[in-house]
């Protein structure tokens, strides 16, 4: 058995793998779990974040509203399943030149050093990577933004690497970005981010077109574990798959295992159909050292939210049975 370095999450929202499936990952029966208009305002409620919060559970969801404008909000849990959104959006302390709203989505939540880290896509003359955090879900401080725009999908690893802070993320243009590959950076203070290296880029099949990190690394005794995306120009559009990749855990720049095969790929109605179809869209993964239980929140069709589940063993022996 292979483990998950981390706490023990005894809560973690479960449910046993369906006897005589092949798959590595199995859906939450009563998908979706958080249906378009779970806020008055909102259009639709997706590509969203959690993390265990003081015996139950506290994320950042993306709520575009009905005039849909993206941006994101706070909710708490008791379960990690039923969830209560604000109605209202965060709101961040900080200099105003990088507090100012233009847009704010896709956001993950990392737990470093006692402190709740959210880092979305950040409308600052471009697409670009904000950074905040908070300790208790009602009061934000916004960092300077990480990057210069053009980037998306900045994802940070749960504690420091060799005495540094680091992160994934993938460069991309102001619009809908027919290329990207992931890159991770390093940074002293959370502030100042270099020392660029290049992570891991398109390959064939479903991950053609772009590449990029999903839910927090999750750290095991084999490496960390990375979900990401992966996306597939199709005659009719984009087409938005998970992957699963093993990076070093001292040189998490460098790749030790990738599977060709996707973990798992739009398939039931609510991946299909939706605002925008054929998305699958992963932010956040609980994990139960325990167990080795791992349970993954995604974005389905750009419209409601979605839980899967796996272990670490399964997405081990996944991404070893399936080597690109
Ligand atoms: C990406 C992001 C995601 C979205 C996906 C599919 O570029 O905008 O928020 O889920 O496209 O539309």
Not at 110 to 124: A, D, P, R, T
Not at 183 to 197: E, I, K, Q, V
């Amino acid at each position: 058995m292979s483990k998950i370095i981390g706490p023990a999450l005894p809560n973690i929202p479960w449910q046993d793998k369906p006897a005589g499936t092949g798959d590595h990952i199995w859906r939450y029966t009563n998908n979706p779990i958080i249906k378009r208009h779970a806020i008055p305002s909102a259009n639709s409620v997706f590509n969203s974040a959690v993390v265990p919060y003081k015996g139950g559970f506290a994320g950042v969801f993306r709520c575009d509203d009905r005039a849909v404008h993206m941006n994101i909000f706070a909710g708490f849990s008791d379960d990690g399943i039923n969830w209560r959104i604000n109605h209202e959006p965060i709101v961040f302390q900080g200099d105003p030149e990088v507090t100012k709203l233009q847009y704010r989505y896709d956001p993950r939540v990392c737990l470093i050093e006692g402190k709740y880290y959210i880092s979305w896509c950040n409308g600052y003359h471009g697409p670009t990577i904000g950074l905040g955090w908070t300790e208790d879900f009602v009061t934000f401080h916004q960092l300077e933004n990480a990057f210069l725009p053009h980037n998306r999908n900045g994802v940070l690893f749960p504690r420091k690497i060799n005495g540094e802070y680091m992160m994934l993320s993938r460069p991309s243009d102001t619009g809908h970005t027919p290329f990207g590959d992931i890159y991770l950076s390093r940074s002293p203070d959370l502030t100042y981010w270099g020392r660029h290296r290049y992570v891991f880029g398109t390959a064939d099949g479903w991950q053609s077109t772009k590449v990029g990190p999903g839910p927090t690394p999750i750290e095991t005794d084999e490496g960390w574990l990375l979900i990401y995306h992966g996306v597939l120009t199709s005659c009719n559009g984009f087409v938005y798959r998970m992957g699963v990749a093993l990076l070093d855990l001292d040189e998490p720049w460098k790749v030790l295992r990738r599977g060709s095969w996707y973990l798992m790929g739009p398939e039931e109605l609510y991946e299909l159909a939706g605002d925008v179809p054929n998305v699958v869209f992963p932010c956040a993964a609980l994990t139960d050292a325990a167990t080795g239980r791992v349970c993954v929140y995604y974005g389905c069709a750009d419209t409601v939210t979605g839980l899967a589940f796996t272990t670490v063993d399964e997405l081990l022996s996944f991404v070893k049975a399936h080597p690109m």
